[in-house]
């Protein structure tokens, strides 16, 4: 079984930055990609940012130039650095994988990490 454990969430004022944290752990042969999508309330969970195992990054145009997505291939890890932080940015914060595990293509999810952003 593959978990996926977000952390790093929190309050942060307007232009402030934080980091957020994902740590893949279980029974894992190889992680194809690892991102992180965001739900506001009353909107539609939309992808933030995602990386490849060989690097290529994606990330949503309203974060672009804010956000940097980047991952640790040996600790199974992936972080989002997230800087000029916006009031629209207040979300939680999930954290998804595609691994091969107990099976091939696995869709893995964390329970996800609150970010508000308030002055």
């Known amino acids: 079984q593959v978990q996926l454990v977000e952390s790093g969430g929190g309050l942060v004022q307007p232009g402030g930055s934080l980091r957020l944290s994902c740590a893949a752990s279980g029974t894992i042969f190889s992680i194809h990609a690892m991102g992180w999508y965001r739900q506001a309330p009353g909107k539609q969970r939309e992808l933030v940012a995602a990386i490849t195992s060989g690097g290529t990054t994606n990330y949503a145009d309203s974060v672009k130039g804010r956000f940097t997505i980047s991952g640790d291939n040996a600790k199974n890890m992936v972080y989002l650095q997230m800087s000029s932080l916006k009031l629209e940015d207040t979300a939680v914060y999930y954290c998804?994988?595609?691994?091969?595990?107990?099976?091939?293509?696995?869709?893995?999810w964390g329970k996800g990490t609150l970010v508000t952003v308030s002055s």
């Open positions: 998804n994988a595609d691994v091969d595990g107990d099976y091939v293509g696995m869709d893995i």
